[in-house]
């Protein structure tokens, strides 16, 4: 959603704050996922090499850290997609960008 420089009807400015809403709610959960991610592989590195753990043992548990990181990836590009948006209108609402 992009508006132009003027007025902000109340429902624009609605639609503004839900936006950022969900641009922060992504930020969080990408930054819940990424240390989850960063976890498993503290985990992963414990366990490597420990004979208790076949090669498919591993190659799970990597494959399984690398879907969890693409989640965190997306929500990522989404919420910083959101926020550039939000900050154009932002500043062309307050009238500096026209």
Do not use: W
């Amino acid at each position: 959603m992009v508006l132009t420089p003027g007025q902000i009807s109340s429902q624009e400015l609605a639609t503004l704050v839900q936006h950022y809403h969900v641009a922060i709610t992504d930020s969080v959960v990408s930054a819940q996922v990424c240390h989850t991610v960063a976890e498993e592989i503290i985990d992963f590195l414990n366990i490597a090499f420990k004979p208790e753990y076949s090669q498919e043992d591993r190659k799970t548990y990597l494959n399984r850290t690398v879907e969890m990181s693409k989640v965190g990836h997306e929500k990522a590009a989404g919420a910083e997609q959101t926020f550039r948006d939000m900050r154009t209108n932002l500043a062309k609402v307050s009238g500096t960008v026209g």
